[in-house]
């Protein structure tokens, strides 16, 4: 997978609101789909779905704990998602972000 591309993944599974809401809540502490939905004030199902598609990106993996599953943050990941968006962001003729990086 090219940097653009991997790049591209990384603003689509930020390009909804409520997964960013996620993100930062699971930044604070681990969560469940139901707690993360009462804090989020939408259904388990669609926390559920998002959920998914942030582990298919490797943002958040699960944790089972008894009966119920908890997801965290997979740091690694969102260091190095913010490198790339910071290498991409940067402004033209800085150190960081050359065109010849992408």
Do not use: N
């Given at each position: 997978?090219?940097?653009?591309?991997?790049?591209?993944?990384?603003?689509?599974?930020?390009?909804?609101?409520?997964?960013?809401?996620?993100?930062?809540?699971?930044?604070?502490?681990?969560l469940c789909v139901g707690a993360l939905a009462a804090r989020l004030k939408v259904?388990?199902?669609?926390?559920?779905?998002?959920?998914?598609?942030?582990?298919?990106?490797?943002?958040?993996?699960?944790?089972?704990?008894?009966?119920?599953?908890h997801y965290r943050i997979d740091q690694r990941t969102l260091a190095e998602w913010?490198?790339?968006?910071?290498?991409?962001?940067?402004?033209?003729?800085?150190?960081?972000?050359?065109?010849?990086?992408?």
């Amino acid at each position: 997978m090219t940097d653009a591309e991997r790049l591209a993944r990384i603003f689509k599974a930020f390009s909804v609101d409520t997964r960013v809401r996620i993100v930062q809540l699971l930044k604070e502490r681990e969560l469940c789909v139901g707690a993360l939905a009462a804090r989020l004030k939408v259904s388990s199902g669609a926390v559920s779905q998002h959920l998914r598609i942030l582990r298919d990106a490797g943002v958040v993996f699960p944790d089972r704990q008894g009966y119920f599953v908890h997801y965290r943050i997979d740091q690694r990941t969102l260091a190095e998602w913010k490198r790339m968006a910071d290498k991409l962001l940067s402004s033209p003729g800085s150190a960081e972000g050359t065109p010849q990086d992408f």
